[in-house]
């Protein structure tokens, strides 16, 4: 059982570069979530799906997409990077009322 | 508009003393609060919770307590050990909140001192 695992854990992108940050729960989990974690801002949702077949925004949605693949992977796509998206990224899955949150993946935009 | 505010950044406490981290929060209908902890290059773990039912829960040696009148919620941490030292977040969720959303603190950065 190994929660919930993303790839890649390190990425360092170019300005305008493309990618996507891979997510999957184990966990038989309905609502899946991105989160963004940066110095003195605590954590900030970027998008969740509450069950599979649904996505909405969260609190910073621009620059991202978000694709929920099936019940067990959500994946983060940034379409054309910007330095302002350096960032540690989480994943999180709902279990009752707590989140259980991947290791992230730091990503760095020059 | 921080709704879920942690104002120390930082606190730095004596292994075997206990550490009291505060997490204020400005939305009534809050109904659900917890705390998580992070290690650096890791991520969040679940810690506690409490419902708004609730003054107080415990497990072991880390109790949460809230104050829904001050709108205010505290971890207490007895006795603390050199192994806490970590990013601590407090959350909070309502029931009207659909997708199970949480809205996260800034976090405060506990150090336990041998």
């Known amino acids: 059982n190994a929660g919930v695992t993303q790839t890649p854990k390190f990425q360092v992108l170019k300005t305008g570069q493309s990618m996507t940050l891979q997510c999957a729960q184990d966990?038989?989990?309905?609502?899946m979530y991105w989160y963004r974690q940066d110095p003195g801002m605590g954590l900030r949702l970027i998008y969740y799906?509450?069950?599979?077949?649904?996505?909405d925004k969260g609190e910073v949605p621009n620059g991202y997409n978000v694709s929920r693949l099936n019940k067990r992977e959500f994946s983060l796509r940034l379409e054309s990077a910007a330095p302002s998206q350096t960032s540690v990224y989480f994943c999180?899955?709902?279990?009752?009322?707590?989140?259980?949150f991947g290791p992230g993946t730091r990503l760095t935009v020059t | 508009d921080q709704q879920v505010k942690q104002n120390s950044p930082s606190l730095s406490v004596q292994e075997g003393r206990i550490s009291i981290l505060n997490c204020d929060y400005t939305?009534?209908?809050?109904?659900?609060f917890l705390w998580y902890k992070k290690y650096p290059a890791e991520g969040p773990t679940f810690l506690i919770s409490?419902?708004?039912?609730?003054d107080k829960n415990e497990d072991g040696r880390f109790t949460v307590f809230l104050n829904k009148s001050a709108k205010h919620l505290s971890l207490h941490i007895v006795p603390s050990q050199p192994g806490d030292s970590a990013v601590y977040f407090c959350?909070?969720?309502?029931?009207?909140?659909?997708?199970?959303?949480?809205?996260f603190g800034q976090g405060t950065e506990l150090s336990v001192k041998p």
């Open positions: 999180a899955s709902r279990g009752a009322w707590e989140q259980y």
């Open positions: 966990m038989n989990h309905n609502s």
């Open positions: 799906s509450a069950s599979e077949g649904t996505t």
């Open positions: 939305n009534s209908m809050f109904d659900y």
């Open positions: 409490i419902s708004s039912i609730k």
């Open positions: 959350a909070a969720s309502g029931l009207y909140n659909q997708g199970g959303k949480l809205i």
